[in-house]
């Protein structure tokens, strides 16, 4: 295997730890179908969106054909493929993988901000950030900001730094989309009407009532300006910033009954209670975690 190419040497050594792993092509692209799969008449691999019969043994169907079996990896049929490979590329949602793919420097500053820290690896432009856990996969979820997990694949650039930390709910509140556009005026859902924060819910919480009222007006504030769209993550971001000033308390801070009037707020411009409920918590729960 000395002779092999340093491609195939490193696909085997990732694959030996349970990574699954493809070949790159020049443009590190994966790959064109072969012609039993060129535009996908196979029906593709039976991990892919759409399952379906296909068994070709080529590293076909880019990110689907990834594997972790050295017999695949080293067959005749791949053997021509690691001569013209220039780069490899894992499958993360394969291995149990999130990679939060940051394409500027602009988006790193952001996950610098927002984003628990784990381990980073350098890129041409930006860096990946790597999650334990796997997720859909998104592109452009915001400026330079692409999810690569189930049904992607991540050029491996190198083991990276720092310890990996569990995914966390602000990089899955990225994806989630809102089940529906409003028309203007329109309410998707209505709730019944709940008691709003009163210092009777939050009788371990060090700050004052008018602070908790004055934050909590200003964030339903932002909230209900969202008229044409963007109010689902307006609550998330919302109940992450709301959340984050109980940090330090000793609680209970009553959240709960602040997160039900972020909710309120979200449903009253047209987000279904679903999606705001989803928002919310995870606004919510991302606070927590940021603090741990």
């Not at 792993?21 to 029906?43: D, H, I």
């Not at 050029?155 to 989309?177: I, T």
Request: proline share 8%.
């Amino acid at each position: 295997m000395n002779t092999a190419p340093e491609s195939l040497r490193v696909a085997l050594a990732l694959a030996a730890t349970g990574v699954p792993v493809l070949p790159l092509r020049a443009g590190k692209v994966p790959f064109g179908n072969c012609r039993s799969c060129k535009g996908n008449t196979c029906g593709g691999r039976p991990n892919m969106k759409t399952a379906g019969p296909c068994r070709c043994p080529a590293p076909c169907h880019a990110w689907a054909a990834a594997t972790t079996d050295p017999h695949v990896l080293t067959s005749p049929v791949w053997a021509p493929v690691w001569l013209e490979a220039v780069a490899v590329a894992y499958h993360p949602g394969g291995a149990g993988l999130t990679v939060v793919d940051l394409d500027d420097a602009a988006a790193v500053a952001w996950a610098r901000e927002t984003l628990p820290a784990t381990r980073t690896v350098s890129t041409t432009r930006g860096e990946h950030w790597i999650y334990r856990g796997a997720m859909p996969s998104s592109n452009a979820v915001r400026p330079g900001v692409d999810i690569k997990s189930r049904m992607q694949y991540a050029r491996w650039l190198g083991p990276g730094v720092g310890r990996m930390a569990a995914l966390p709910a602000a990089v899955l509140a990225l994806v989630v989309k809102e089940d529906t556009t409003p028309a203007r005026g329109e309410v998707a859902s209505s709730l019944p009407a709940r008691a709003p924060w009163d210092r009777r819910v939050a009788t371990g919480c060090r700050h004052t009532e008018r602070y908790i009222r004055t934050g909590l007006e200003r964030g339903l504030t932002l909230v209900r300006a969202r008229t044409e769209s963007g109010a689902g993550s307006q609550a998330f971001g919302v109940a992450r910033f709301l959340a984050a000033q109980h940090t330090a308390c000793p609680g209970p801070c009553g959240l709960a009954a602040i997160g039900e009037e972020i909710v309120t707020a979200a449903v009253s411009v047209g987000v279904p209670e679903a999606y705001a409920r989803r928002a919310v918590a995870n606004g919510l729960e991302a606070a927590v975690e940021r603090a741990a």
